[in-house]
T-cell receptor, first 114, second 116 residues
């Protein structure tokens, strides 16, 4: 049973436009959410995170929105750049103690077209 | 700034052999994690160390998997009697106790295991 779901395996966006990546979760114990970016043959790179006490967190071109009642979060990238082409993983954490690790979705492959 | 390093980057082995992977975390990070990633999936949590103590190991995939972090610095993941289903990317991550909460984990490049 997937507790973190990324229902779009791939997304194609024109350079300069907004990319919106979506993520849904089912476990109510999750209280911290993260986005990671992964290039082929590399490990995931941390992008941005959000605590469940917030509904928005911004870092440069990246903004994460959290809708707790809908158990939904999204990552907005504005403007999209060619270097943003990668697989993006949504991840969730419960309790912050580390012992449960992070629970990841299957990822969305973002393709930025020139 | 040295990130998480893993060795080897690639390992090809025959079914039934034992393999061991090494992870060197970011030096000031006391938390260390191992994950497995198979094709088309996100990373799957395996085990967690706080300093040298292994605080979570129930998620290791079978008793053929074991991990150590003897001095609270580097860690090793061993798979005994490898099976073809063990073929995957094995990722190591580390985090400080607070960043601000310690949920953010920093990953190494992974070890790609192929079992023939």
């Amino acid at each position: 049973d997937q507790q973190v779901k990324q229902n779009s395996p791939s997304l194609s966006v024109q350079e300069g436009r907004i990319s919106i990546l979506n993520c849904d979760y089912t476990n109510s114990m999750f209280d911290y959410f993260l986005w990671y970016k992964k290039y082929p043959a590399e490990g995931p790179t941390f992008l941005i995170s959000i605590s469940s006490i917030k509904d928005k967190n911004e870092d440069g071109r990246f903004t994460v929105f959290l809708n707790k009642s809908a158990k939904h979060l999204s990552l907005h990238i504005v403007p999209s750049q060619p270097g943003d082409s990668a697989v993006y993983f949504c991840a969730a954490s419960a309790g912050g103690g580390g012992a449960d690790g992070l629970t990841f979705g299957k990822g969305t492959h973002l393709i930025i077209q020139p | 700034d040295t990130g998480v390093s893993q060795d080897p980057r690639h390992k090809i082995t025959k079914r039934g052999q034992n393999v061991t992977f090494r992870c060197d975390p970011i030096s000031e990070h006391n938390r260390l994690y191992w994950y497995r990633q198979t094709l088309g999936q996100g990373p799957e949590f395996l085990t967690y160390f706080q300093n040298e103590a292994q605080l979570e190991k129930s998620r290791l995939l079978s008793d053929r998997f074991s991990a150590e972090r003897p001095k609270g610095s580097f860690s090793t993941l061993e798979i005994q009697r490898t099976e073809q289903g063990d073929s995957a990317m094995y990722l190591c991550a580390s985090s400080p106790t607070t960043f601000p909460r310690g949920d953010e984990q920093f990953f190494g490049p992974g070890t790609r295991l192929t079992v023939l």
